[in-house]
């Protein structure tokens, strides 16, 4: 078996008026993502971990935020876009491990509906994907409430007969 990990790493700038979604749920607050897509943080991460794996280049070169056709799209069809291109290489998913810093809403009673969420799309029961949120005490632009960052990590295995090298 062969197998490849990936990091991602995605930051949007918060904004009052406008929906908050982070691992393709939405969270109840009274700011959102200013972004072309629906900015969801979390999935954008977790598209670069997959597609970073795979040495395919990154979201923005997929998806660029000067195409029409990208703006305001659910980050979910976004997520089914690179699972599918990662399976027709030949790979699936492991597992996925997720770490948001966001000063507020507290995200814990969103936790489990993120990894729901994430694991259908990607094709993974529940136990293999992991999302994590943190603060950063105040700190940084994130502490001061200007945005919110996010780590993705993602492991892709390659079955022995499906390997070209």
């Excluded at 998806?63 to 699972?83: H, Y």
């Excluded at 998913?93 to 966001?102: E, K, M, R």
């Amino acid at each position: 078996m062969d197998i490849r990990i990936g990091n991602g790493y995605d930051v949007h700038a918060l904004q009052e008026g406008l929906p908050m979604w982070l691992g393709g749920v939405r969270i109840p607050s009274d700011t959102g993502f200013v972004a072309h897509s629906d900015g969801d943080v979390a999935i954008h991460a977790l598209c670069d971990a997959l597609l970073g794996a795979l040495a395919l280049g990154d979201i923005g070169h997929l998806f660029p935020d000067t195409a029409p056709e990208w703006k305001g799209i659910d980050s979910k069809i976004l997520l089914r876009k690179v699972v599918d291109l990662v399976r027709s290489n030949g790979w699936r998913v492991g597992n996925a491990d997720i770490t948001i810093a966001l000063q507020r809403p507290k995200l814990a009673p969103h936790i489990n509906a993120m990894r729901q969420t994430l694991s259908a799309i990607l094709g993974v029961n529940t136990d293999r994907v992991s999302v994590k949120a943190t603060t950063t005490e105040r700190l940084g632009f994130v502490g001061r409430g200007e945005g919110c960052e996010v780590w993705a990590s993602a492991l892709l295995m390659q079955e022995a007969e499906n390997i070209s090298d």
